[in-house]
């Protein structure tokens, strides 16, 4: 098998992968030649709707992830493979030796190009005497193909030796103990071709690998004294035969002693070798159906766009198998290269991760997937209903519970009850509620009775609440664990109500609402307008200004009842970086830009803030934070959006995982439910749009939005001073919450103010410090706009301003209004000198 003959039938899957960047027309002429055409710059599948090509930043990761496996790596190349929960190899590097060439190549170092699309990445190596491409895939659909695969194109202008070397591990996920470092074997399989077998200590596990045509390197005997050596697979590569060639790195593991045979690991390397194209195409078909098949936005900014369907994707990918032996699918919350770890950042099952990001996969319309995660918690719960925190890869193999993990946190609980009330909003499908019904009401019940200081209160005695540590000491109870308390209670008197048990939802209500006055008792602080981060049973409050508040504002059913000043903190540089939102003000005693909770910044934070800033009147400030995430996309790795960053540098941090699942999910809803103002309500055939576009669109759609059991498409024009709003589907009711919005003609006509202003949305520099416009508020009045700024002392900023009807008298106090540009003006103000950054009030008359 693994043979030059064999490996032939990947010539057409070759074709196919590269020749599909070329114009039609250059196809059509192709396809009737048998000679293969010059290799394009990158693999570009021309349906897809998104895909990042870009020179490589070798230091930056990538991930390719899929439900049985991932490839992990940096952008110059190198990469280690896992087939869940194994991690197989890392350290994966290549040389060449080209003949009469009397120098070694490091391939990684030629590392030019990536191309990013959702069914696979490629790296590119460019040099003067030739050009790898090395594309992976991680396969979403057949269970029987491996879980990652590499395949590897070469064009050369000599003859050339290939090396691949790397390092064997063998090595199960964390927790879980792993044998001695594997036992390599070179099994032959007939003209001098082969593959490497990994043997351990029992013989009831073990894993294949294989490059066809390849022959063995460096693998020292018995005899030789005990030393750390690379595997190796060595190519001879003749550009005059092999030009047409795919050479693919098969992988297979065997998880049973049965399976764990040289003939049987023989065969399952033969099917990957044929199933190879097969494999290929089906990857790219499953994330051209996805992006086909699910909510995708369409607004005068195309990155955008794009950033939401990245979203999207990055989402999908993380979707893993669990547990061993199961073909169950559950949300992972991110994967990052482990190093010499076996922590590929954090690849495993989290709940509060997951139940924050089933809102973005709700209203995007993958009821499916929230069904499966919602399932997989609910079979996790423990006998008194509380949901895990998180389950390990390999938590089946130890002694999981005695570990401090599975329930550690508190607030898995009451998100369950939220996140299950927006999939009934968005999907009206009260049968799987029902069917859950006894996990909810034990979920409930568990969250009720937990209040050790008698407050009506869910506190943190049961788990922490957001941070894992604080100083001086862990609260009691925090302001983020009340808040969702309090929408927790209002989404189980919804699911109640929806299930027949009107007495629950009565008594759920009632909590609402003696849980939302008590967390104004004893949270707001009149002094300084603000509310407090915790609360203990004696009365105490720790006043650090934290942005933790934003939550509130998370399901749009209650607000707090003071939010001005705190927003305009939100606001101002003190906690608004130019890259995101701290948790905490820069100001604090104990602020720590690289700390973990007491300074970072998180995309998940900036998610929080945003929702909450236009549901509160904020829109400004919300878009840039919008903005912020959604830049963050092409950021580290690309597609991916990452876990945290420096609260003091534009600069992510060393530890942060990279594809972070959460973090993509703070793209999706800012945009749905914060930017366009959309509230669900299948069960009555309501949807709620309070949009707040950007002054610089004319126009935007959202196609596909789910709504019931079907999807629809919305619309958004600007017109005589209204954004016209319309519903491909009739039978909707199109409401808003804006004053003044009516149906008229059909569609939804929402009242724009007189006049309007907008920001820039710039990612800033790499290593920057924060010194963009912060707009603290902007406040809308019958014949003036009052903008409440802050920028760095002695700068000069720019804003732009829309007429949305006629004003000839329109003028501005401290700033500069230009002239008319396609319906928009610039607005030009000048903070005076000053340390840092300086405050200023400009206001627009008419």
């Known amino acids: 098998m693994l043979t ?39 693999p570009v599948d021309p349906a897809s709707s998104i895909a990042i090509h870009r020179e490589v930043l070798p230091q930056l990761p990538f991930s390719v992830v899929g439900p049985r496996g991932a490839i992990l790596g940096q952008q110059d190349g190198t990469f280690e493979v896992w087939l869940f929960p194994w991690k197989i190899l890392s350290g994966m590097r290549i040389t060449v030796d080209m003949q009469d060439y009397a120098v070694p190549i490091d391939v990684n170092q030629h590392a030019a190009g990536i191309s990013v699309q959702p069914d696979a990445t490629t790296i590119t190596y460019s040099h003067a005497n030739f050009t790898i491409r090395q594309t992976m895939i991680a396969s979403k659909t057949d269970a029987d193909t491996s879980g990652a695969m590499v395949f590897f194109q070469f064009e050369a202008i000599r003859p050339m030796t290939v090396t691949f070397s790397f390092h064997a591990d063998m090595q199960r996920m964390w927790p879980a103990e792993s044998d001695d470092r594997p036992s390599p074997e070179w099994v032959k399989t007939g003209n001098d071709s082969g593959f490497y077998m990994l043997h351990l200590n029992f013989p009831d ?16 005997p018995y005899q030789e004294r005990a030393a750390v050596w690379p595997l190796q697979f060595v190519l001879h590569y003749d550009p005059r035969s092999d030009r047409d060639r795919i050479y693919p790195l098969l992988m297979a593991f065997a998880n049973s002693q049965a399976a764990a045979t040289k003939d049987a690991l023989n065969v399952r390397l033969q099917q990957m070798d044929v199933q190879a194209q097969s494999t290929f195409d089906a990857n790219r078909n499953y994330y051209r159906s996805f992006l086909l098949s699910h909510t995708s936005i369409e607004t005068p900014d195309r990155q955008l766009n794009d950033a939401f369907s990245w979203a999207e994707t990055a989402i999908d990918q993380l979707r893993v198998e ?102 009934l909003r968005i999907s009206g499908d009260q049968q799987f509620v029902t069917s859950i019904w006894s996990n909810l009401q034990r979920a409930w019940t568990f969250e009720t009775s937990h209040d050790s200081d008698g407050d ?40 109640a109500r929806s299930t027949g048990h009107t007495d629950l939802a009565s008594a759920a209500q009632q909590r609402a609402d003696h849980v939302a006055a008590t967390i ?74 690289i700390s973990y909770h007491q300074g970072s910044v998180w995309p998940l934070f900036t998610g929080w803030v945003s929702v909450a800033e236009y549901r509160a009147g904020h829109p400004l400030s919300a878009y840039a934070h919008l903005m912020q995430n959604a830049n963050l996309t092409w950021t580290q790795d690309p597609g991916d959006v990452t876990e945290l960053l420096s ?81 491909s589907n009739p039978a909707i009711h199109v409401v808003s919450r804006t004053p003044g919005a009516r149906m008229k003609e059909g569609a939804l006509h929402v009242p724009l103010p007189a006049v309007e202003a907008a920001t820039a949305a710039e990612p800033p520099e790499f290593g920057a410090e924060t010194r963009q416009l912060k707009v603290l508020s902007d406040e809308v009045h019958d014949r003036s706009l009052v903008l409440h700024l802050a920028a760095p002392g002695g700068t000069t900023q720019t804003l732009s301003v829309r007429e949305n009807i006629t004003l000839p008298h329109l003028a ?34 008419w």
């Open 647 to 727: 609260g003091q540098f534009n600069q992510v941090l060393g530890r942060s995982t990279a594809h972070q699942l959460w973090s993509s999910a703070m793209v999706i809803s800012p945009i749905l439910r914060g930017m366009f103002g959309l509230e669900w309500d299948a069960a009555n055939h309501t949807l709620t749009v309070t949009p707040t576009l950007p002054a610089a669109w004319d126009h935007a759609v959202i196609h596909r939005l789910p709504f019931g059991g079907g999807t629809l498409d919305l619309t958004f024009r600007r017109e005589n001073g209204e954004l016209v709003v319309e519903c």
């Open 322 to 423: 669990s547990p061993i032996g199961s073909n169950q699918q559950a949300l992972t919350a991110g994967f990052v290269g482990s190093g010499d770890a076996a922590r590929p950042g954090f690849g495993w099952f989290f709940g509060r991760d997951a139940l924050w990001s089933l809102y973005a996969i709700n209203s995007y319309g993958d009821f499916s997937t929230a069904r499966q995660e919602i399932q997989f918690l609910l079979d996790h719960q423990r006998a008194d209903g509380k949901i895990m925190h998180e389950w390990s890869q390999t938590a089946s193999l130890v002694d999981w519970a005695s570990l401090p993990y599975q329930w550690a946190a508190a607030d898995s609980t009451p998100l369950l009850a939220m996140a299950v009330n927006d999939y």
């Open 520 to 593: 104004e008792s004893e949270y707001y602080l009149p002094s300084s307008q603000n509310y407090a981060f915790s609360w203990n049973s004696e009365g105490q409050r720790d006043s650090t200004e934290t942005i933790f508040p934003a939550v509130a504002w998370w399901d749009g059913d209650w607000q707090l009842a003071h939010p001005e000043t705190m927003m305009q903190h939100w606001a101002a540089a003190a906690i608004s970086t130019d890259w995101g939102t701290r948790d905490l003000s820069d100001r604090t005693s104990f602020y720590d830009p």
């Open 4 to 42: 030059h003959e064999s490996s032939r039938s990947l010539a057409f899957f070759c074709f196919v992968v590269w020749l599909s960047i070329l114009p039609a027309a250059c196809t059509a002429q192709a396809s009737d030649q048998a000679a293969i055409p010059p290799l394009p710059a990158f």
């Open 456 to 495: 009506g209160i869910y506190d943190n005695s049961e788990g922490s609440g957001w941070v894992e540590s604080w100083v001086p000491s862990m609260p009691h109870q925090e302001v983020y664990l009340a808040a969702l308390d309090e929408q927790a209670s209002l989404a189980f008197a919804n699911l």
């Open 205 to 220: 596990h073990a894993a294949a690998l294989a490059i066809p045509d390849a022959q063995s390197g460096i693998l020292p």
């Open 812 to 845: 501005a106090q401290e700033a500069q209004l230009g002239q008319a540009d396609s319906g928009m003006r610039s607005l030009t103000v000048q903070f005076p000198p000053a340390p840092g950054y300086t405050e200023k009030t400009v206001t627009l008359t």
